[in-house]
T-cell receptor
């Protein structure tokens, strides 16, 4: 089954403790991205990757890092999480130029 | 990417057609209209997209006006499971930001029994 898998689905952590949210897709998509969703602000793109070893900032990249060492994986790294990064995070993937993006089920992160 | 305007919320009776409008008066010639929906904090789901012709798939129909300044998503026989936030997105097919989706606030569709 074609899917984008995020882990963990829920995470509560403390300020400053580094964490990684994993994202994996099994569709051989070139394009992958991370979004965060906050009430009243909608979904905003954090980082994206057009292919292996090619990443770039989205609209709200501050406080996040990403890597794309393999085509299928695109982890989101919070080196020093802060409470303002409490949010619902989604990973997405699509073919180069393809119309349809596939989204993961989301990771609800709480930073206390 | 062009800006879109959608009603904040709409209601629909189960079994009836749901018609969700979207205005995109500044759309340019190479920009497509996409529709996604999000069911209660799940990941957004692609529904349909189009450039200028009307489109239909197993989920919905997309009607784009001749001047392309507005469009309507039609769910022909709405069910309770269609209750969701529906996003209309305008995006160009190429360029470095081709994969980026700019989500607005969307329309909250509530389907009633």
């Amino acid at each position: 089954e074609a899917q984008v898998t995020q882990n963990p689905r829920y995470l509560i952590t403390v300020t400053g403790k580094k964490l990684t949210v994993t994202c994996s897709q099994n569709m051989n998509h070139e394009y992958m991205s991370w979004y965060r969703q906050d009430p009243g602000l909608g979904l905003r793109q954090i980082y994206y990757s057009m292919n292996v070893e090619v990443t770039d900032k989205g609209d709200v990249p501050e406080g996040y890092k990403v890597s794309r060492k393999e085509k299928r994986n695109f982890p989101l790294i919070l080196e020093s999480p802060s409470p303002n990064q409490t949010s619902l995070y989604f990973c997405a993937s699509s073919f180069h130029g393809g119309p349809e993006a596939f989204f993961g089920q989301g990771t609800r992160l709480t930073v206390v | 990417d062009a800006k879109t305007t959608q009603p904040t919320s709409m209601d629909c009776a189960e079994g009836r057609a749901a018609n969700l409008p979207c205005n995109h008066s500044t759309i340019s010639g190479n920009e497509y209209v996409y529709w996604y929906r999000q069911i209660h904090s799940q990941g957004p789901q692609y529904i349909i997209h189009g450039l200028k012709n009307n489109e239909t798939n197993e989920m919905a129909s997309l009607i784009i006006t001749e001047d392309r300044k507005s469009s309507t998503l039609i769910l022909p026989h709405a069910t309770l499971r269609d209750t969701a936030v529906y996003y209309c997105i305008v995006r160009s097919a190429g360029g470095t930001s081709y994969g980026k989706l700019t989500f607005g606030q969307g329309t909250i569709l509530t389907v009633h029994p």
